[in-house]
């Protein structure tokens, strides 16, 4: 009895900080300096069953909690990955009350972090109500659609829905009719030289409440091009060489989605960290969202999808492209180093598929629908 006294007294008598510095559990917060930008962060690291977890808040940005995929602490290093979007490391100060570290997303950037306390916590956002759908039966058209030419100075190109609007910047004619049509850029034949050269920035409002499905963006984009461009077509057979994707020997090794299966999916690229290389991250999709993701933005020729597949999936797949593959992301300078150059790069596209997701990408020959250009006008006025 005396021994077990000796040792609770011991323990009672520990210093504090000593043991606060083993405990990374809480709120931190620090600003990052993003550019001209300064951005509040907050992490906040949780355990659970025996496993560290954490979810990062840029409060100022209004965006919901991202969720980190790995959490480790090895001494005082602590390491933090966010999918595909970045990551952060740091060193735990010796009293337990400081993180020092950078946040990595494509540059690193200095971000040191402290614990929160009731009195110092910066407030972390309510998440957004879930959107209102659109209903499966609407067949919307954009009631007021802008179309202005592309700042020339500004790299890349997106596609997104912002509430119930939908926006693009820095799209061709051709990116537009891919998208509407579901198609690779070589399935668009017969129109003039400027429909894929001449950018445009698309801001479009539904005539229909609430937010759109794929599929009704696809024909309000049908719809726009048609009167915005005076766009007329024909369809023809023709048999081309294409990517397919299908299930590889391992098997799938991807994890099927647990959002809301009638939410959009959200597909984008980004660094894919200290090794170089691009992140394909993938939130809410099916593989054939993917394949026209790919055959979109980054492939030389159509992708088809014949894993036989339909649910929707999440992950993060890192590969390094190839000069012509970079080409596609519009994003300008250097091409990156090829794979094979590199010993820390992700591997290729082909590669990363089969180890990374258990899938298989083999080029083949399928007849595929041809857009053959009629008519074709530049935009009317707004």
Same mark, same amino acid.
């Given at each position: 009895?005396?021994?077990?006294?000796?040792?609770?007294?011991?323990?009672?008598?520990?210093?504090?900080?000593?043991?606060?510095?083993?405990?990374?559990?809480?709120?931190?917060?620090?600003?990052?300096?993003?550019?001209?930008?300064?951005?509040?962060?907050?992490?906040?690291?949780?355990?659970?069953?025996?496993?560290?977890? *954490? @979810?990062?808040?840029?409060? &100022?940005?209004?965006? %919901? !909690?991202?969720?980190?995929?790995?959490?480790?602490? $090895?001494?005082? /290093?602590?390491?933090?990955?966010?999918?595909?979007?970045?990551?952060?490391?740091?060193?735990?100060?010796?009293?337990?009350?400081?993180?020092?570290?950078?946040?990595?997303?494509?540059?690193?950037?200095?971000?040191?972090?402290?614990?929160?306390?009731?009195?110092?916590?910066?407030?972390?956002?309510?998440?957004?109500?879930?959107?209102?759908?659109?209903?499966?039966?609407?067949?919307?058209?954009?009631?007021? *659609? @802008?179309?202005?030419?592309? &700042?020339?100075?500004? %790299? !890349?190109?997106?596609?997104?829905?912002?509430?119930? $609007?939908?926006? /693009?910047?820095?799209?061709?004619?051709?990116?537009?009719?891919?998208?509407?049509?579901?198609?690779?850029?070589?399935?668009?034949?017969?129109?003039?030289?400027?429909?894929?050269?001449?950018?445009?920035?698309?801001?479009?409002?539904?005539?229909?409440?609430?937010?759109?499905?794929?599929?009704?963006?696809?024909?309000?984009?049908?719809?726009?091009?048609?009167?915005?461009?005076?766009?007329?077509?024909?369809?023809?057979?023709?048999?081309?060489?294409?990517?397919?994707?299908?299930?590889?020997?391992?098997?799938?090794?991807?994890?099927?989605?647990?959002?809301?299966?009638?939410?959009?999916?959200?597909?984008?690229?980004?660094?894919?960290?200290?090794?170089?290389?691009?992140?394909?991250?993938?939130?809410?999709?099916?593989?054939?969202?993917?394949?026209?993701?790919?055959?979109?933005?980054?492939?030389?020729?159509?992708?088809?999808?014949?894993?036989?597949?339909?649910?929707?999936?999440?992950?993060?797949?890192?590969?390094?492209?190839?000069?012509?593959?970079?080409?596609?992301?519009?994003?300008?300078?250097?091409?990156?180093?090829?794979?094979?150059?590199?010993?820390?790069?992700?591997?290729?596209?082909?590669?990363?598929?089969?180890?990374?997701?258990?899938?298989?990408?083999?080029?083949?020959?399928?007849?595929?629908?041809?857009?053959?250009?009629?008519?074709?006008?530049?935009?009317?006025?707004?």
């Amino acid at each position: 009895m005396k021994k077990l006294m000796l040792w609770m007294i011991a323990f009672a008598t520990w210093p504090g900080s000593a043991l606060q510095a083993q405990n990374v559990t809480g709120n931190w917060q620090g600003t990052l300096e993003a550019g001209p930008q300064k951005l509040r962060i907050v992490v906040k690291i949780s355990l659970e069953d025996d496993k560290l977890k *954490a @979810t990062l808040y840029s409060i &100022d940005q209004q965006a %919901p !909690g991202m969720p980190a995929s790995t959490v480790t602490k $090895d001494g005082s /290093t602590i390491k933090i990955a966010i999918g595909g979007l970045g990551s952060y490391e740091g060193k735990l100060s010796g009293d337990g009350n400081a993180i020092l570290g950078t946040w990595t997303q494509g540059a690193a950037m200095p971000l040191n972090l402290v614990r929160a306390t009731p009195a110092t916590a910066w407030t972390i956002p309510e998440p957004p109500p879930p959107p209102v759908r659109m209903a499966a039966n609407a067949d919307p058209a954009f009631e007021v *659609a @802008t179309i202005k030419p592309s &700042d020339p100075a500004r %790299p !890349g190109k997106l596609f997104t829905v912002r509430g119930q $609007d939908v926006l /693009t910047v820095n799209t061709t004619l051709n990116d537009l009719i891919t998208v509407a049509y579901g198609v690779h850029a070589r399935q668009i034949t017969g129109g003039p030289s400027w429909l894929d050269s001449d950018k445009y920035d698309v801001t479009g409002r539904p005539d229909v409440p609430g937010q759109p499905s794929v599929a009704q963006i696809k024909i309000m984009l049908q719809k726009l091009v048609a009167d915005r461009f005076q766009l007329k077509f024909h369809r023809e057979k023709k048999e081309l060489s294409v990517y397919a994707i299908g299930v590889a020997k391992s098997g799938v090794k991807i994890s099927k989605s647990q959002a809301d299966p009638n939410g959009l999916p959200s597909l984008f690229f980004g660094g894919a960290g200290p090794g170089g290389g691009m992140s394909f991250n993938v939130r809410n999709a099916t593989l054939a969202e993917v394949a026209n993701t790919l055959q979109g933005i980054v492939l030389d020729r159509p992708m088809v999808d014949q894993t036989g597949l339909a649910e929707k999936y999440d992950f993060t797949l890192k590969f390094t492209p190839d000069a012509g593959q970079m080409a596609g992301f519009g994003l300008g300078g250097p091409s990156p180093a090829p794979a094979a150059d590199n010993p820390d790069a992700p591997p290729d596209l082909f590669a990363a598929f089969q180890q990374q997701l258990g899938l298989k990408i083999e080029t083949t020959k399928a007849p595929v629908d041809v857009l053959v250009i009629d008519k074709v006008e530049k935009p009317s006025a707004n």
